[in-house]
């Protein structure tokens, strides 16, 4: 993939900076990388700081929110962003990242009730999965249930969403788009921003795929990090003219079913007309876009829910030979004990992603299981996503759990038990 050493759409923020903040689903921790990582699975730590409180004073200067020809809305045009983001970053200094690189997670569902009668429930779990990962890594949630363009809809929705968060939150430097079905199962594991310094869009997928392959299926566009930049909106502005907005969409729907050979569908998807747009358009766009296959930043559920046990004992196995990472301590210090079960894990064999690998992964996607419209591709069973779904979250929630002293009785079950004193992982 060609690189450039400087992005246009970077803000020097640093200098604004006293004292971090972040926003109400914080603990104690934000990115900060570590001098030396290795390329094939990021090492990443953790530091504390104090956030500010969202009841703080307004600067009483005009911003770009004081202008009437600003818009929110999706079709409406947006210039100059990354001087007026500037310009609202220096009025308001305390929001400023302190040097770290402020992001915002949107993720939503449907305005109405799901016709899969868990579908509610499976939503609230994968909701509260993401909120514990926010928690703990100092990431403010957005959760949306609301079609913000009317023609946008399904998975088209994530865009007018994506451009709202960033008018919203100026503080933040990245918004990053999480389905409803992708699941955390890694929990100590941190975006490795830096590797990104020089881009604006990071999906996970596979450049030879894209490129050579053209496959629609040759990156995710499920899970994905995008700057709030001027970039990013141009960006979402071409992306989205193979959209519902478009007149010509249903022409795209066929166009796209010519490109890609292996797609089975003749409708406009956003996935595919990410795959086409950086395809067609790579000397204008592929620059600035990171598509990452170190670590799984979504992984496919089938190759992953079957091996979730295996990589518990491995872990627990490590955290009984280290000392240290058996010790009880608090959620708001847990940042310390990862940095040094990555750091034992990067020497360990066999501590690698993927599917000869037991390392978590980083986020697991329920893609084709649909648990809100119970709609699933008709390659799965309804009791396969439900059992796989089932014991992802467990396994995301054991790792959470065990800072209050529980952990799930299996990864079938929702009864909880005790961990003893010395067990992390209800083994004994």
């Not at 939150?169 to 020089?198: C, G, I, K, N, Q």
Request: with cysteine; aromatic share 14%.
């Amino acid at each position: 993939m060609r690189r450039r050493s400087t992005n246009p759409c970077l803000l020097s923020v640093a200098g604004f900076a006293t004292t971090a903040v972040v926003f109400y689903c914080t603990v104690s921790t934000i990115f900060s990388p570590p001098a030396d990582v290795p390329s094939s699975h990021p090492v990443f730590i953790s530091s504390s700081t104090s956030f500010p409180d969202h009841h703080d004073r307004d600067a009483p200067d005009a911003t770009f929110y004081d202008d009437a020809s600003v818009s929110y809305a999706f079709d409406r045009p947006l210039t100059d962003w990354d001087a007026k983001r500037r310009e609202w970053l220096r009025l308001h200094p305390n929001f400023g990242g302190n040097g770290r690189e402020r992001v915002v997670m949107v993720t939503g569902s449907q305005p109405g009730p799901c016709l899969n009668r868990e579908g509610d429930h499976l939503l609230l779990r994968f909701f509260k999965n993401k909120v514990d990962y926010c928690r703990r890594h100092g990431i403010d949630v957005f959760y949306n249930t609301a079609f913000l363009h009317p023609a946008m809809r399904s998975q088209w929705a994530k865009l007018p969403a994506i451009r709202a968060a960033m008018l919203a939150h100026p503080e933040a430097e990245w918004v990053w788009w999480v389905d409803s079905d992708a699941v955390f199962t890694d929990m100590d594991f941190e975006l490795p921003l830096h590797r990104y310094r020089d881009h604006n869009l990071v999906v996970h997928g596979w450049p030879h795929l894209v490129y050579y392959a053209r496959s629609w299926v040759s990156l995710n566009s499920g899970v994905f990090l995008i700057r709030n930049c001027q970039w990013s909106l141009d960006f979402m502005k071409a992306w989205a003219t193979m959209s519902p907005l478009s007149p010509d969409y249903h022409r795209w729907g066929q166009v796209l079913a010519a490109e890609f050979k292996d797609k089975p569908f003749n409708v406009s998807d956003d996935q595919s007309a990410l795959v086409y747009l950086l395809l067609k358009h790579r000397d204008q766009w592929g620059d600035k876009v990171f598509i990452e296959s170190d670590y799984d930043l979504e992984a496919y559920w089938v190759a992953i829910v079957d091996r979730l046990e295996n990589m518990t004992a491995k872990y627990a196995e490590v955290e009984r030979r280290v000392d240290g990472l058996l010790r009880r301590h608090a959620e708001v210090v847990s940042g310390s004990y990862g940095r040094m079960r990555e750091e034992q894990l990067a020497r360990e064999k066999g501590a690698v992603s993927g599917p000869n690998g037991w390392r978590r992964p980083f986020m697991t996607h329920f893609t084709g299981c649909q648990p809100c419209s119970g709609a699933h591709n008709k390659m799965y069973t309804w009791k396969s996503c439900w059992e796989g779904m089932q014991r992802a979250l467990h396994f995301a929630d054991d790792q959470v759990l065990r800072e209050y002293g529980f952990s799930h009785a299996d990864l079938l079950s929702g009864d909880v038990e005790p961990l003893p004193f010395g067990v992390t992982d209800g083994s004994s």
